[in-house]
């Protein structure tokens, strides 16, 4: 069966920083894609980050140049590391990843989702 478990989020100030981590476990064959989405109250799910199994990147425009989305481990780990936070930042996180395994064929798979608070 396959998972992803994300790490947990918190509570930061604005300004700082947080890293969320994703770990994909299970009979994987290959992994297309990882990203992270957010969803904040009252408001659609909305993309963050993914990066591609050749290393392409895509930003949603209110995080280029504060957040970072890396792999690891032939991409069963997926990370986003969040600077310069924002109040507008406090959303629950959600990893995702494209992928095929013993689920069946390619599909999207959806972590538990982690809350990320943005406040003084």
């Known amino acids: 069966q396959v998972q992803l478990l994300e790490s947990r989020g918190g509570l930061v100030q604005p300004g700082g920083s947080l890293r969320l981590s994703c770990a994909v476990s299970g009979i994987i064959f290959n992994i297309y894609r990882m990203g992270w989405y957010r969803q904040a109250p009252g408001k659609q799910r909305e993309l963050v980050a993914t990066?591609?199994?050749?290393?392409?990147?895509n930003y949603a425009d209110s995080v280029k140049g504060r957040f970072t989305i890396s792999t690891s481990n032939a991409m069963h780990t997926a990370n986003l590391q969040m600077n310069s936070l924002k109040p507008e930042d406090t959303a629950v996180y959600y990893c995702?990843?494209?992928?095929?395994?013993?689920?069946?064929?390619?599909?999207?798979?959806w972590g538990q989702g982690t809350q990320v608070t943005v406040s003084s």
């Open positions: 995702n990843a494209d992928l095929s395994g013993s689920g069946g064929p390619r599909k999207d798979y």
């Open positions: 990066v591609t199994s050749n290393g392409i990147t």
